[in-house]
């Protein structure tokens, strides 16, 4: 919100996109800075990746009303709810949502329905989140369901698309070996 405001200050037509985990939206910060954003008409995207847990807590232990997307009312600004593992219409939401923050209507809150998939941090192992609930979710991975409508509309082979992921796979390799490779900063 501040630093969005502060280019608007300036004169620029900067538009800001970001977003957060559900659990984070419980904080004063998020409140206190969207409900700035929303006072001020701030161009600002927020989406809120709704993934059903804040690390270890279920939505339902965090928040009364678990559809965060209704909260928008209450801040004054356009909210909008896409299914988060549909990479076409979260595309499309968001578009939608930095047009009309190009235009003067203020704030969006977006929020994305989906599941995260691996602990919180790399220490976390999730026994906390039921089997059933991480099978179902893992049926409705973006990745395959995006490369299915990449066959099904023509746009891609699946050798074309193996072979952009060896080529992304090699590029990744490299970076993690010059980075490995690299020495340390001086402490300076």
């Known amino acids: 919100?501040?630093?969005?405001?502060?280019?608007?200050?300036?004169?620029?037509?900067?538009?800001?996109?970001?977003?957060?985990?559900?659990?984070?939206?419980?904080?004063?910060?998020?409140?206190?800075?969207f409900n700035f954003a929303c006072v001020q008409k701030a161009p600002l995207v927020v989406i809120v990746e709704n993934n059903k847990w804040a690390y270890s807590t279920p939505t339902s232990k965090q928040a009364a009303n678990t559809r965060f997307v209704e909260r928008a009312p209450g801040y004054g600004c356009f909210g909008s709810a896409v299914d988060g593992n549909d990479v076409l219409a979260v595309y499309e939401v968001t578009r939608q949502a930095l047009a009309r923050a190009r235009d003067g209507s203020g704030p969006t809150l977006?929020?994305?329905?989906?599941?995260?998939?691996?602990?919180?941090?790399?220490?976390?192992?999730?026994?906390?989140?039921?089997?059933?609930?991480?099978?179902?979710?893992?049926?409705?991975?973006?990745?395959?369901?995006?490369?299915?409508?990449l066959h099904q509309s023509g746009a891609a082979t699946q050798p074309e698309l193996d072979g952009l992921v060896a080529s992304l796979e090699l590029s990744l390799d490299a970076d993690v070996a010059f980075a490995e490779e690299s020495p340390f900063p001086a402490p300076e």
């Open 110 to 149: 977006i929020e994305a329905d989906t599941m995260r998939m691996r602990g919180h941090a790399e220490h976390d192992d999730m026994k906390y989140v039921p089997r059933e609930m991480l099978e179902a979710w893992a049926a409705k991975d973006p990745i395959p369901r995006f490369e299915r409508h």
């Open 1 to 33: 919100t501040g630093a969005v405001i502060a280019e608007r200050m300036k004169g620029k037509k900067t538009v800001a996109l970001t977003w957060i985990g559900d659990g984070g939206t419980s904080t004063g910060a998020f409140h206190e800075g």
